[in-house]
């Protein structure tokens, strides 16, 4: 059963790729990457290692399921010109 999870997870962050955003498609490597560190430093099975890869694959799970849901997603306006405020800024 634990196989069959993974494999879903798997389907989800994988599925429609291209669509996904290049930050995120990038931040996957975050797993290979500990998971070769794992194979020779550590343990395979042990999660915790894999913290660091969770928001990267929780987000792009989100995505897919937003996707196969019909819930748009629309990226946040970003502020064009204008004054940049800081706290200094009187």
């Known amino acids: 059963s634990t196989s069959i999870l993974w494999l879903g997870v798997g389907l989800l962050v994988?599925?429609?790729w291209s669509e996904k955003p290049?930050?995120?498609r990038r931040g996957v490597w975050i797993l290979a990457v500990l998971l070769v560190f794992s194979l020779f430093l550590g343990y395979v099975d042990e999660l915790r290692g894999y913290y660091e890869a969770l928001p990267?694959?929780?987000l792009l799970v989100a995505q897919s399921v937003a996707?196969?849901?019909?819930v748009e997603l629309t990226p946040l306006?970003?502020?064009?010109g204008g004054e940049v405020r800081t706290s200094a800024t009187v």
């Open 14 to 16: 994988f599925f429609r």
């Open 22 to 24: 290049k930050f995120l």
């Open 56 to 58: 990267v694959l929780l």
């Open 67 to 70: 996707t196969v849901t019909g």
């Open 77 to 80: 306006a970003r502020p064009t």
